[in-house]
């Protein structure tokens, strides 16, 4: 079993749709980043949480310690935010990496 | 500047080549990484530094070898690499680096690596 599982793997929406990422760990951590990939490569990091909830414009991140899990929204989906996002746990130096859910937002 | 400048974008080398990867950036980081993508997998992590000083190397192969020439530059020197080392490889930062310290991560936009 995965230390980090995201579901779904993969999602498909249209546009202006309210996604949810699911993140769930097994392991005990210090904090959890959500981060996004485009296609060709560069990572953003969009979050780190250890606690709480957190908001940047449309995206907004959660976290519940007690239950290990951690979602990812964003609201009024737009094409633009198509790309593939990656929840990690950091576990002292190290970050252990979900699999990514790929998103897709049709126009 | 909040960014992780990547050189080059692209690579195509022989397994007889000798290359080198170049990682910059201008946050005052103390932390920087190197990290190993194959498609559609997560992030490896490969080294790490910590003030200029290699802390964790993740046993990877020795025809892959850093440098931090200084705390804004690190480099990743390839020798004799084989088609398997082809991927996408990822720098990044950090402020600092430390079981307490829960820093966020800056990453380039890699470089995508063939070797032929």
């Known amino acids: 079993k995965n230390e980090v599982e995201q579901s779904p793997q993969n999602l498909t929406a249209q546009e202006g749709e309210f996604i949810t990422i699911n993140c769930s760990y097994s392991?005990?951590?210090?904090?959890l980043h959500w981060l996004q990939q485009h296609p060709g490569g560069g990572i953003v990091s969009l979050f780190m949480?250890?606690?709480?909830?957190k908001k940047h414009g449309r995206l907004i991140a959660t976290i519940n310690i007690q239950e290990k899990h951690s979602s990812l929204h964003i609201t009024a989906s737009h094409p633009r935010d198509s790309a593939v996002y990656i929840c990690?746990?950091?576990?002292?130096?190290?970050?252990?990496w979900g699999a990514g859910t790929k998103l897709i937002i049709k126009p | 500047d909040t960014e992780v400048t990547q050189t080059p974008k692209h690579l195509v080398m022989g397994m007889t080549n000798k290359k080198s990867l170049k990682c910059e950036q201008h946050m005052g980081h103390r932390a920087m990484y190197w990290y190993k993508q194959k498609a559609k997998k997560p992030p490896e992590l490969m080294f790490v530094?910590?003030?200029?000083?290699?802390?964790i190397n993740e046993s990877v192969p020795s025809r892959f070898s850093p440098e931090c020439p200084n705390s804004s530059l690190l480099n990743l020197h390839l020798h004799a690499l084989q088609p398997e080392d082809s991927a996408l490889y990822l720098c990044a930062s950090s402020r600092l680096i430390g079981v307490a310290t829960n820093e966020k991560l800056f990453f380039g936009s890699g470089t995508q690596l063939s070797v032929l």
């Open positions: 949480l250890s606690s709480g909830k």
């Open positions: 530094y910590s003030y200029e000083k290699l802390s």
């Open positions: 990690a746990v950091r576990l002292n130096y190290q970050l252990i």
């Open positions: 392991v005990g951590i210090s904090a």
